[in-house]
């Protein structure tokens, strides 16, 4: 049985990445904090999933952005049925790395 790692923005991902772990991540989204977005973050790591075979992305801006109601009322936080469908596309991805 693989290992797979879920990463968030907030975990070391490049070293799980480069050692050779499946990984699996997710883009980042919310509205520009202080003139800073994730559209950087999410750039580099749509370049890592082409060039890596350990790697698989779950793209939660597209998500997010065909289900508004998945975030709080505050446009920026995830709504607990936000959570919940993630929950079950990251599951998808983990029965990928079989």
Request: glycine residues 8%; hydrophobic residues 40%.
């Amino acid at each position: 049985m693989k290992v797979v790692k879920a990463i968030t923005l907030r975990e070391p991902a490049a070293s799980r990445i480069a050692a050779g772990e499946e990984t699996i991540a997710y883009t980042g989204f919310r509205p520009p904090y202080r003139g800073v977005s994730y559209r950087g973050y999410n750039r580099v790591l749509a370049q890592e999933d082409e060039r890596r075979d350990n790697l698989l992305v779950l793209n939660w801006v597209r998500m997010v952005r065909r289900h508004h109601e998945w975030l709080a009322r505050d446009g920026v936080h995830v709504s607990a049925a936000g959570y919940a469908a993630r929950a079950r596309a990251v599951g998808r991805l983990v029965r990928l790395c079989g």
